[in-house]
């Protein structure tokens, strides 16, 4: 059985070359390049993957992003043709697992979707250990079941977000560079997405923390990178 993959995109030309590079690695492509469609159809069917363009008509990629993430935990690449950072912080913060600034290589793009996918699967596949649990300080990491709480509060978080969140908390006290991060997490060279990483940070401080300002979790090892401190 194909791997579903969605692509919202308003450029019929730059869609079907994505589609093109997709399908030769066997997965199963649809395009909607209307904004509206494409959330209905993302919302209604069951993708994979969904690869969202920023600007589209009816609308946006960051309301479909927003609209997605309140209902499922799949992978979600951005892909535009605005290069600011904070176009890209905003799509991340919103829930977007990366973010792609056109123009890209149809193989880039490839190697990105591969990458997710492959990461995704084993985070979330059958093989994973029962009550894998992390406890740390009030906070309980459940790996099978994929939630956190936070003094017996729980607290939703995207796919990256969580496995951050875990990866740090499971190498306690050791600093990490962005770079590293960026590595482990997701699976990739971060080729100037240090900003993916920091974002994240940020995000899932606003979950876990009394008071971001003041993080009694995640520390910033100014000049290095970070670390879950115990």
């Known amino acids: ?71 499922k935990n799949i992978p979600i690449i951005m892909v535009s043709a605005k290069k600011d950072d904070i176009d890209k912080i905003r799509g991340l913060g919103l829930g977007a697992d990366d973010y792609l600034t056109k123009p890209f290589s149809p193989s880039e793009l490839v190697a990105r979707v591969k990458a997710h996918l492959s990461r995704y699967d084993r985070l979330v596949g059958t093989h994973m250990k029962e009550n894998d649990v992390v406890e740390i300080r009030g906070i309980k990491i459940d790996k099978t079941a994929r939630r956190v709480y936070v003094n017996g509060e729980e607290k939703t978080f995207t796919t990256k977000e969580f496995d951050l969140l875990t990866f740090l908390a499971e190498n306690p006290n050791h600093v990490f560079s962005k770079d590293e991060l960026f590595r482990k997490i997701w699976d990739m060279e971060s080729v100037g997405d240090i900003a993916t990483v920091t974002v994240h ?13 003041k993080p009694q979790y995640i520390e910033t090892i100014w000049g290095v990178g970070y670390r879950f401190k115990v």
Do not use: F, H
């Not at 940020?202 to 923390?209: A, D, M």
């Open 201 to 213: 940070i940020k995000k899932i401080r606003e979950k876990i923390e009394y008071d971001t300002s």
């Open 1 to 71: 059985m194909s791997t579903k993959i969605l692509i919202v995109e308003d450029e019929e030309e730059i869609a079907e070359l994505e589609k093109d590079y997709l399908e030769v690695s066997d997965y199963e492509v649809t395009i909607e390049n209307d904004g509206k469609k494409g959330l209905e159809r993302a919302m209604s069917d069951e993708y994979a993957l969904i690869i969202l363009d920023l600007m589209l008509p009816g609308v946006d990629g960051y309301e479909i992003c927003k609209n997605i993430r309140q209902e």
